[in-house]
């Protein structure tokens, strides 16, 4: 998997994961629809501050990104929404 694609998959679990849809993200960042289905879709790159600014409603940071990022390609054969979303329950299990 390329990284760009990595990356795009990575941004769009992050807004699943968050339980909003293209339309309400885009809402908060004060962008049309358009321009989240164009990021996800990898027709639209972000800047470094651009994505500091698209990460805030979702509650992530470049950090957790760039984490990610170095987690791909997935082995399991789960899709990205899934993996993360499997990574997020083992940590609260974990934690327990």
């Known amino acids: 998997m390329q990284r760009t694609e ?3 998959r990575i941004l769009k679990s992050y807004r699943v994961l968050s339980g909003l849809t293209q339309l309400e993200l885009a809402d908060r960042l004060g962008v049309v629809q358009s321009l989240v289905s ?3 879709s990898r027709e639209r790159r972000l800047d470094l501050i651009e994505m500091q600014e698209y990460l805030k409603p979702l509650g992530r940071t470049v950090h957790d990104v760039l984490a990610d990022l170095e987690r791909y390609p997935v082995a399991t054969g789960r899709s990205a929404v899934e993996e993360l ?9 974990d934690d327990e």
Request: net charge neutral; hydrophobic share 45%.
């Open 85 to 93: 979303a499997h990574e997020t329950v083992s940590r609260v299990v």
């Open 38 to 40: 164009k990021v996800e």
């Open 6 to 8: 990595a990356l795009c």
